[in-house]
């Protein structure tokens, strides 16, 4: 496989295997990895964190995932930028994060349990040895 096939995270210092910015001396951020995987593939990516509902693959390992939430790093490599592979028009993601950051925040607080301390408990439960639980 020739470095340029690789996407540009995985390239070395100078373009060549071995990990890196693909000759830019420092690397890349997640948001700069999908932008120079968009151009790279001519499809929408997007980065791990981003809220992107649909089928997406990752770019270096072709793993795909029918996403509902934030985007994961992918499990089978390790990479953070997923390509847009579902039919119909991408989401946007830095638009819908906000609504959604908000109303998930929302749900979690109010889901959250509730921490006591010294609370006195009932009773402990008493243990009976040789019940026969079948007629």
């Known amino acids: 496989m020739s470095s ?3 996407p540009p995270q995985r390239r070395g210092p100078q ?10 001396g420092a690397n890349l951020t997640p948001a700069q990895g999908a932008l120079e995987a968009a151009k790279r ?3 929408p990516c997007f980065h791990a964190g981003q809220i992107v509902p649909g089928m997406v693959g990752c770019v270096a390992c ?3 995932i029918r996403n509902r939430g934030p985007l994961p790093t992918c499990p089978q490599c390790g990479d ?24 998930r925040e929302a749900v979690a607080q109010s889901e959250a349990p509730t921490v006591e301390e010294n609370v006195k408990l009932d009773a402990p439960a008493s243990v009976e040895e040789n019940v026969k639980l079948e007629p």
Do not use: I
Request: cysteine-free; proline content about 9%; aromatic content about 6%.
């Open 4 to 6: 340029d096939a690789l």
């Open 15 to 24: 373009g060549g295997p071995g990990g890196g910015s693909g000759g830019r």
């Open 41 to 43: 593939l001519n499809l």
């Open 62 to 64: 072709q793993f795909q």
């Open 80 to 103: 953070m930028v997923w390509a847009w592979l579902d039919e119909g028009d991408p989401p946007t993601p830095d638009e819908e994060s906000a609504e959604q950051r908000a109303a």
